[in-house]
Nanobody, 131 residues
């Protein structure tokens, strides 16, 4: 099992940047695929980015179209930490961000976008972007 704790959220002006972190505890962190989702009040939790890990390197990273070119997902297995670098933030990016983890290989890359694929979740960190 793995426990996930997000941090790094806060208040930032539009156009600014934040880096979210997700610290994982438990064994075999490097064997887990990892992802970021976000959820606004009254809305479905939506996919932001995911990273698949294989052979000691990032196998591939996936991004939602809305964040491509602005957000970057990365991980440091030595520190058991997942990151989300968010640049050029917009007020509509205001929401709670969650990290997720799972060891199961997806049947298809599209599975990464499904909340049902991910077995472990953090408690979330609030990001607020002011206009």
């Amino acid at each position: 099992q793995v426990q996930l704790v997000e941090s790094g959220g806060g208040l930032v002006q539009a156009g600014g940047s934040l880096r979210l972190s997700c610290a994982a505890s438990g064994r075999a962190f490097s064997s887990y695929d990892m992802a970021w989702f976000r959820q606004a009040p009254g809305k479905e939790r939506e996919f932001v980015a995911a990273v698949r890990w294989s052979g000691g390197n990032i196998y591939y990273a996936l991004y939602a179209d809305s964040v491509k070119g602005r957000f970057t997902i990365s991980r440091d297995n030595a520190k058991n930490t997942l990151y989300l670098q968010m640049n050029s933030l917009k007020p509509e990016n205001t929401t709670v961000y969650y990290c997720a983890a799972d060891q199961r290989a997806p049947r298809d890359r599209l599975d990464y976008g499904l909340t049902t694929h991910w077995g472990y979740w953090g408690q979330g960190t609030q990001v607020t972007v002011s206009s």
